[in-house]
């Protein structure tokens, strides 16, 4: 929410609850001592609003600045996402986030997650409860906001996610663990083809769209993109595959 907005919300809102609470009181000094307490309150809850986007931008910024950093030291490409991830589910929010690549096939293989509604929805699409995402757009797998962000290398977010039929494969299992709204941040390499996908899930609608997020997805695929160019080579290794190597 734009600040400004949210100051002119704040004086709308205490216009018309003054003229209603005025309409109620018979005295003056009823309405003038009933006006100053409402003044006094919406003040302090709007510095503290104020407070806390002034916070938020702190945080953003500094997570922006952590990415960098990130992405310039990481020594490979598992490093690479679970280090990203880490640092954009910490943001105001909490997002659960997925780090993908295609297969040979056009199947989307989950390498790496941040978030436990994250982890069940990746092992609710490796058991076959929900379709895994494919880049197939003949596919109602490859349909959805994930397969034509694939297609076309632009971020794309659903902003009400029960509500998006293209989601319609997913809705059952996305719905229990909470998703309101989800973004794909297509990565794409020199010659214009994506060869890797972040995809965010938020409890929250719109969470993707807004202007303070869209500016930092922008920024994380744009030094991504480049972080990945390092690592262009590596093989797709399923998240389930990884883990049997850890064993």
């Known amino acids: 929410v734009d600040v400004l907005w949210l100051i002119e919300a704040y004086h709308l809102y205490e216009s018309h609850l003054r003229g209603f609470v005025c309409s109620q009181l018979s005295t003056c000094a009823q309405r003038e001592s009933s006006c100053h307490v409402i003044n006094q309150r919406l003040q302090r809850d709007l510095q503290y609003q104020v407070g806390v986007y002034r916070d938020i931008e702190m945080q953003v910024s500094a997570a922006i600045t952590e990415i960098d950093e990130h992405v310039f030291q990481a020594m490979n490409l598992p490093d690479l996402a679970r280090g990203a991830m880490h640092i954009i589910g910490g943001l105001p929010g909490k997002p659960n986030l997925l780090f993908a690549r295609a297969d040979a096939e056009g199947s989307i293989q989950i390498e790496a ?135």
């Open 113 to 247: 997650t941040h978030g436990a509604q994250a982890e069940q929805s990746h092992q609710a699409m490796a058991s076959g409860q929900v379709p895994r995402i494919s880049t197939n757009p003949e596919l109602p797998a490859g349909q959805g906001p994930a397969g034509e962000s694939w297609r076309t290398g632009r971020i794309i977010a659903a902003d009400a996610w029960a509500l998006d039929e293209a989601i319609s494969p997913w809705h059952a299992v996305g719905t229990s663990l909470g998703f309101r709204s989800s973004v794909s941040v297509p990565l794409v390499d020199s010659r214009e083809n994506t060869i890797a996908m972040l995809t965010g899930y938020s409890n929250w609608p719109g969470y993707f769209s807004t202007p303070r997020m869209r500016g930092v997805l922008t920024h994380v695929q744009y030094v991504l993109e480049h972080g990945m160019q390092r690592f262009s080579h590596a093989r797709v290794v399923p998240f389930a595959e990884q883990l049997r190597y850890r064993m």
